[in-house]
């Protein structure tokens, strides 16, 4: 479907018989339209080098993937739905005419209750991150061990990919930054080749699972018992990994809002339930693995910042990578002084 499209389907289709009359939602990769009662999840007919939408067969297929990986966690997905067209008149679910699409189906939660607008707003409680901290390690308890050996080549490419961004960081920040890449890039090399026998033996020992793999607070609403939702279907790799990595993006997450306490929270809570760090070294990877996850949301914000028609959306899209890009020098700096003291 094209975005006109979804609107009109926004705007004057059905769902069960009565009007959907909704509001969008829109991401790079999905539209989703939320009504009084439901959120629909339309992904586009696109294909990208990390995923590939672009046929009605491959976007059922992945619908029908999202909802299976996401009902181990989340009781908000009900069903995927095949969108029709019959004379100008759109439909989800029962009608006639010809199938332009699905759609996953969810239950519709409150906008206000979503973790990030709670951080923005001081209004997250260590009792909810205690909450949350155990229906994560639970979850990651009962998920399938994946066994797989540590690939070191692609754990190098993926911190070297900060390259893609090298131009814009230096045009939008100066001298200042020109050199912070080609640092970060340095420092993980040596890194992944001091640690990798232990990341090796991390994934002989069962650490890597198949979790969310895109686990923030953009992707929990904040219930009296926290729903997470939208785990990565469409690239198995991305969400097999180690459950340090996982919990590592959570944890840098609420530290890019200013809570290392909630963090440390977090932590010390999921660790109660499921044993991430047996040896001392784990400490230095989930260290590392938080600025990793920075270095990975920095490059999202500053290669959308490059698309942005938009001056203003463009130029928070900037002031997000830089910070995320300090935060991953931050994280840099607190491990070689740990380092240096062992």
């Known amino acids: 479907m094209e975005r006109q499209e ?196 991390r994934s002989w020992e069962g650490f890597i699972r198949d979790v969310h793999g895109d686990l923030h607070s953009g992707n929990i609403f904040l219930y009296q018992n926290p729903i997470i939702f939208d785990c990565i279907e469409f690239r198995d790799e991305f969400r097999q990994i180690d459950v340090l990595y996982e919990i590592a993006f959570f944890c840098m997450d609420l530290e890019f809002y200013g809570r290392k306490d909630l963090s440390d929270l977090f932590f010390e809570s999921y660790s109660k339930i499921l044993k991430c760090c047996p040896k001392e070294e784990d400490l230095t990877i989930f260290l590392y693995y938080k600025s990793l996850r920075a270095n990975v949301r920095a490059k999202v914000f500053l290669l959308n910042s490059l698309s942005e028609q938009n001056q203003e959306k463009r130029t928070q899209e900037l002031a997000k990578g830089k910070k995320y890009l300090d935060l991953a020098m931050e994280y840099r700096r607190n491990l070689l002084e740990t380092l240096s003291k062992i």
């Open 6 to 201: 979804v609107k009109e389907l926004m705007d004057k289709g059905t769902f069960e018989e009565r009007p959907i009359h909704g509001a969008l939602e829109e991401t790079n990769i999905s539209w989703v339209i939320l009504s009084r009662s439901h959120a629909f999840k339309i992904k586009k007919s696109i294909k990208l080098s990390f995923l590939d939408y672009s046929t009605l067969e491959l976007r059922k297929k992945y619908c029908e993937k999202e909802l299976v990986l996401n009902r181990r966690f989340s009781p908000i997905y009900l069903s995927v739905q095949p969108i029709f067209l019959l004379s100008d008149n759109w439909s989800i679910g029962e009608g006639q005419g010809e199938i332009k699409d699905y759609a996953v189906c969810m239950k519709r939660m409150q906008s206000q209750k979503r973790m990030d607008v709670l951080l923005k707003q001081n209004k997250v409680s260590p009792s909810s991150i205690s909450l949350l901290a155990n229906q994560v390690a639970e979850f990651h308890k009962k998920a399938e061990i994946i066994t797989k050996d540590h690939n070191q080549e692609q754990a190098m490419g993926i911190f070297n990919d900060l390259n893609s961004v090298q131009e814009v960081v230096y045009k939008e920040f100066g001298r200042d930054y020109l050199e912070i890449i080609p640092k970060l890039i340095s420092w993980s090399d040596r890194f992944l080749e001091t640690h990798g026998k232990r990341l090796l033996e």
